[in-house]
């Protein structure tokens, strides 16, 4: 799926629409707020909430709406040309772009990065202490020419730099009065911490030009990790961002809005993309119990989109590499779920699972993974135990460490072995078997 051309008509798990309404009208509003940014930890969907905010403003068609992916630009370890090459593209093929182009190359050309740092003033200052400091003070006043001529030199720089911005900016502010600008800056928080700072500087220093309006997607987080970077930890990182930032609010994957629906969203995502990839059969996923075992393990783990993508993905290699249907080739969940098990642990527990290999097997390692601390008297249940509790009756078997919370009392076993038989597992495991299971689909997937 084309992910920018995707729209909350299709999908809209989080229920954010009302969200990009929101920065639509602040966008749209005669209010100062950009830089804006849209913050969020890694794999909260932030790219997918940014094309399709983009595809929703682009129905009014009021503003020039251009998305700039910085980490696929951080190579060219350009910012100015990033921006600038974007905005070009918007523009029509006629006059406009040629006389747009035409104004703003002499700042391009004269120094992309004195234009950048708006720093001249801050090598002034740096040209002169310099040069004092290397003459001695008996010869300090024979050196006081040698520090005219620096400083009448860095103030011509300085003063044709401020020129050339200048007609950058007038050219720009050209473009923005009959159509406004809003440049969206994707995955700033994955660059090198240099890019990333240089373009927040670009973006304070070039582009205040009216009518021009950034909106960064970023982790703050790790953008404050570039300024200490750059600068390092003496510097106070929240304070320099302060100095660039306007606006910000959290693009959370577990809003308060809805507490529920993050979790509910995940889960309808893993069987929107199991359905798509064909990965799981069609009788597991119509199955109430795999749904409510998918939907303990998505809220146990606090699994994101992109981590439900990233273990959907897992199941797919799976599948390829087995050379079968390995997931279908038993038709019971308990089975399919064994399955699930090895493939989570090579995403998210490998360590565990490199001592189950090894054959050191803790049940309450197993059972901390799982989300199951003990399991219930059935009593105390009053209906089926859940999927997991299930799981970690039959796994227990073939643990050699801490199986006590997982052994159910002498007078339920028969009860438990009814659960385990009559549709779950289709008949009790041999002895290792569901260990064997788990490691097999994970040895599957191993390049060794």
């Given at each position: 799926m084309d992910i920018t051309a995707l729209t909350f008509d299709e999908r809209d798990e989080f229920r954010r629409k009302s969200i990009a309404e929101k920065v639509i009208s602040l966008l749209k509003a005669d209010i100062d707020i950009s830089p804006m940014v849209i913050d969020g930890s890694w794999g909260t969907g932030k790219t997918e909430f940014c094309h399709k905010l983009i595809n929703l403003m682009h129905g009014s068609d009021t503003h020039h709406l251009i998305y700039i992916d910085a980490f696929k630009a951080d190579h060219a370890d350009e910012p100015l040309?990033?921006?600038?090459?974007?905005?070009?593209?918007?523009?029509?093929?006629?006059?406009?772009?040629?006389?747009?182009?035409?104004?703003?190359?002499?700042?391009?050309?004269?120094?992309?990065?004195?234009?950048?740092?708006?720093?001249?003033?801050?090598?002034?200052?740096?040209?002169?202490?310099?040069?004092?400091?290397?003459?001695?003070?008996?010869?300090?006043?024979?050196?006081?020419?040698?520090?005219?001529?620096?400083?009448?030199?860095?103030?011509?720089?300085?003063?044709?730099?401020?020129?050339n911005l200048k007609a950058l900016q007038a050219a720009l502010a050209e473009i923005a009065v009959t159509k406004p600008i809003i440049l969206f800056v994707d995955e700033l928080d994955r660059c090198r911490p240099n890019f990333a700072v240089d373009m927040l500087e670009i973006i304070k220093h070039t582009f205040d030009v009216e009518g021009v309006n950034f909106v960064l997607i970023t982790n703050t987080q790790q953008l404050k990790a570039s300024v200490n970077h750059c600068y390092g930890h003496a510097v106070d990182a929240?304070?320099?961002?302060?100095?660039?930032?306007?606006?910000?609010?959290?693009?959370?994957?577990?809003?308060?809005?809805?507490?529920?629906?993050?979790?509910?969203?995940?889960?309808?995502?893993?069987?929107?993309?199991?359905?798509?990839k064909k990965c799981l059969p069609d009788d597991c996923l119509k199955n109430a119990v795999f749904g409510k075992a998918i939907e303990h393990l998505i809220q146990y783990h606090s699994?994101?989109?992109?981590?439900?993508?990233?273990?959907?993905?897992?199941?797919?290699?799976?599948?390829?590499?087995?050379?079968?249907?390995?997931?279908?080739?038993?038709?019971?969940?308990?089975?399919?779920?064994?399955?699930?098990?090895?493939?989570?642990?090579?995403?998210?527990?490998?360590?565990?699972?490199?001592e189950l290999k090894?054959?050191?097997i803790d049940a309450t390692l197993l059972g901390e993974?799982?989300?199951?601390?003990?399991?219930?008297?059935?009593?105390?249940?009053?209906?089926?135990?859940?999927?997991?509790?299930?799981?970690?009756?039959?796994?227990?078997?073939?643990?050699?460490?801490?199986v006590e919370k997982y052994i159910p009392q002498k007078e339920q076993e028969e009860e438990w072995d009814k659960y385990i038989h009559h549709g779950f597992m289709g008949d009790i495991p041999d002895s290792h078997e569901a260990i064997n299971q788990i490691i097999e689909t994970a040895n599957i997937m191993a390049f060794e």
């Open positions: 040309m990033t921006v600038l090459a974007e905005i070009i593209k918007v523009l029509p093929d006629d006059e406009s772009k040629q006389g747009f182009m035409k104004k703003t190359l002499p700042a391009v050309r004269y120094g992309l990065k004195t234009i950048a740092k708006a720093g001249v003033s801050h090598l002034l200052r740096q040209d002169v202490a310099d040069v004092a400091d290397d003459f001695d003070k008996q010869i300090q006043s024979a050196a006081d020419k040698a520090i005219d001529a620096t400083v009448e030199s860095v103030l011509k720089v300085h003063v044709k730099a401020d020129k929240q304070r320099y961002l302060d100095k660039f930032i306007k606006f910000r609010f959290e693009l959370s994957s577990l809003s308060d809005r809805h507490l529920n629906s993050p979790i509910l969203a995940a889960k309808k995502h893993f069987f929107t993309l199991a359905q798509e699994l994101s989109l992109r981590e439900v993508e990233t273990l959907i993905l897992h199941i797919q290699i799976a599948q390829t590499l087995s050379n079968s249907d390995r997931f279908v080739e038993r038709q019971y969940i308990g089975y399919t779920l064994l399955r699930l098990i090895g493939v989570m642990l090579v995403c998210y527990r490998p360590e565990l699972l490199i090894k054959g050191n993974f799982l989300g199951v601390e003990d399991i219930p008297t059935l009593e105390q249940r009053g209906n089926r135990p859940d999927a997991f509790e299930v799981m970690m009756v039959i796994l227990a078997k073939d643990c050699n460490k801490n």
